[in-house]
């Protein structure tokens, strides 16, 4: 392949864009270049980060904006760019003739329809559509670790709407046991989807690598989520005994 083939990837919250690309990527043989770009999330995310451990041949570009994925784009290979669901496609410049338009979309949805060349149906239910668009928010958590009960309880309130009407959850989290893992929650499933990311497991002081939680919802309440997070972050002192423990661990079964 002489130039890049672009593959731009529309659809509201929850559709499963990031699902459709991973699809794409599992069937791929990688002898060509593969790019990845999520503009609208800020130059880092949950996606970026999570598709960057997932596959680590493909190269991410950190991009904040649609501009910036025309000015970084790559002269041949693949590129798949994933849309922000609160960017407006009608307003999108695509300065190229070659472009794929893909829509995960219901036939009710006429906008994201009409403005792709083709259109595939959501592999969930998804809740009926609100007139107003929920709010996203991120939170960077790099350096915390939660321990598994802790992190499982701010789960459960966040879900549950203890904290506002949670439509969609996304995270990276540090354990003690040094591992990552990738969090995944969508309004309409039954459970929440937990992936590890096989990074190398971090057991000397607080992870330097990044992790953090995106919510899209209504009626956030920022400030008690806030303290929700520290109070079931570990502190020094506890992180540190854990972090003994594990590496006495591994060097016994190393």
Request: proline share 7%; charged share 20%.
């Amino acid at each position: 392949m002489d130039t890049c083939q672009v593959i731009v990837v529309a659809g509201r919250w929850g559709a499963g864009k990031t699902h459709w690309i991973r699809q794409q990527l599992a069937a791929q043989s990688w002898q060509e270049a593969l790019f990845y770009a999520c503009p609208g999330y800020g130059a880092m995310g949950v996606d970026l980060v999570r598709m960057g451990y997932l596959y680590p041949r493909l190269q991410v570009l950190p991009t904040a904006s649609l501009e910036e994925c025309w000015e970084r784009l790559p002269n041949q290979g693949q590129f798949f760019l994933e849309v922000g669901y609160h960017l407006d496609i009608q307003q999108l410049q695509i300065p190229l003739s070659t472009v794929k338009r893909v829509a995960i979309a219901t036939p009710q949805e006429t906008e994201f329809c009409h403005w792709a060349d083709e259109v595939i149906e959501p592999a969930v239910p998804l809740p009926a559509i609100a007139p107003t668009l929920p709010e996203l928010w991120q939170v960077e958590l790099t350096g915390q670790v939660f321990d598994p009960p802790s992190l499982d309880a701010v789960l459960l309130e966040l879900t549950e709407g203890a904290y506002g009407q949670v439509q969609r959850l996304k995270g990276i989290f540090e354990l003690p046991d040094g591992q990552a893992f990738a969090v995944d929650f969508c309004l309409g499933l039954e459970e929440i989807e937990y992936t590890n990311l096989n990074v190398p497991p971090w057991l000397e002081g607080r992870p330097q690598r990044w992790s953090g939680l995106e919510l899209i919802g209504y009626h956030l309440d920022k400030a008690a989520v806030r303290e929700l997070i520290a109070d079931a972050v570990l502190s020094d002192t506890v992180l540190a005994q854990y972090q003994v423990h594990y590496r006495t661990q591994v060097e016994a079964e190393g």
